[in-house]
């Protein structure tokens, strides 16, 4: 995952005092007249023994999915799949940030066994999707935890995993994220909904399932620089259906999240991270990523 700190930029100045904060902070909303860029590298390890779905369901930040098509069929899956992003957020308001992003892929999938003694092994690799979205803080931290709303529409993404079909519009995620600073912590809770439309992929209807998640996390800063993070990230995903019919089951996934966040001077930020799945299949994920603000207007 790429941002591991559900986090919002306050839009007056941080007090010298609480820069610390401030920087653990920073990820959930961009101020007023900032373009925020960020480059980040995700990879996932996965294997297990089921019947396979569709797609692949990765997580790179809270609220922030990808899906992978790895329709490769029944038996033991090993995957391994490396993705590399790149996003840009804008500070509409000192409320409302507009974003995009998007990514490229390359996996290698191997299966074995199944109903009939069989083994595969396929590579494939380029664009996976375009998604554009709008943050919007509803409630500013005080007395109570502070509210951001998301929601972000996935404009394109691959449908399938050898070939290049592409869909428009047919996935995406809405949910809420709510904060509190208790100096020197920051406590922050993400929910949402992703719904995943069915989408026709070399003459079969697919129905990739919807997925409910909830995200609670903690971020601890150690000093102005450095920041620690860690959290808990469940996930409830229908079963896929191809043409009316299940090709997999409902699926229950937790994952145990660690990162550290490096701030190398006042406008570039380096984070990286690791998830282990403690629910579900045996999985690891690693994400690295560089972030650079440009420009910016007084509020």
């Keep these: ?23 653990a902070l920073e990820e959930l909303l ?35 999915f990808v899906s992978v098509p790895v329709n490769v069929g029944l038996g033991k899956r090993e995957a391994d799949i490396a ?19 998007t990514s490229l892929y390359t996996a290698n999938i191997r299966m074995s066994g199944g109903i009939i003694d069989f083994s595969k092994n396929e590579t494939n690799s380029g664009f996976l ?23 972000d529409v996935t404009a394109a993404e691959k449908a399938d995993s050898a070939g290049s079909t592409v869909v428009f519009g047919k996935s ?8 509190k600073t208790l100096d020197p912590v920051v406590l922050s809770f993400t929910a949402g909904f992703r719904p995943s439309l069915s989408r026709s992929v070399n003459g079969d209807d697919i129905n990739p399932g919807d997925t409910v998640f909830v995200n609670p996390s903690i971020a ?18 229908g079963a896929d259906e191809v043409n009316g019919k299940s090709r997999s089951v409902r699926q229950t996934r937790g994952e145990l999240e660690f990162g550290v966040a490096y701030a190398v001077n006042q406008t570039t930020t380096f984070r990286a991270n690791a998830q282990a799945e403690v629910v579900g299949q045996n999985g690891l994920t690693l994400g690295a990523s560089i972030a650079k603000k440009f420009g910016g207007a007084t509020p």
């Design 1 to 23: 995952m790429f941002s591991i700190i559900p986090s919002v930029s306050y839009a007056q100045e941080v007090p010298r005092e609480q820069d610390g904060l401030g920087f």
């Design 172 to 179: 995406g995620a809405i949910g809420l994220t709510a904060y």
């Design 83 to 101: 993705i590399g992003t790149v996003s840009a957020r804008y500070g509409l308001t000192s409320k409302t940030e507009l974003f995009a992003r």
């Design 220 to 237: 601890f800063a150690v000093n102005n620089e450095l920041t620690l993070t860690g959290g808990l990230s469940l996930r409830f995903q």
């Design 129 to 151: 999707n375009l998604a554009l979205g709008v943050n919007q803080r509803f409630i500013e931290e005080g007395k109570y935890p502070g509210l951001i709303g998301f929601i």
């Design 30 to 64: 961009t101020d007023k007249g900032k373009l925020r860029l960020d480059v980040g590298m995700t990879y996932n390890a996965k294997s297990g023994d089921d019947i396979s779905a569709a797609y692949q369901t990765i997580e790179t930040g809270a609220g922030k």
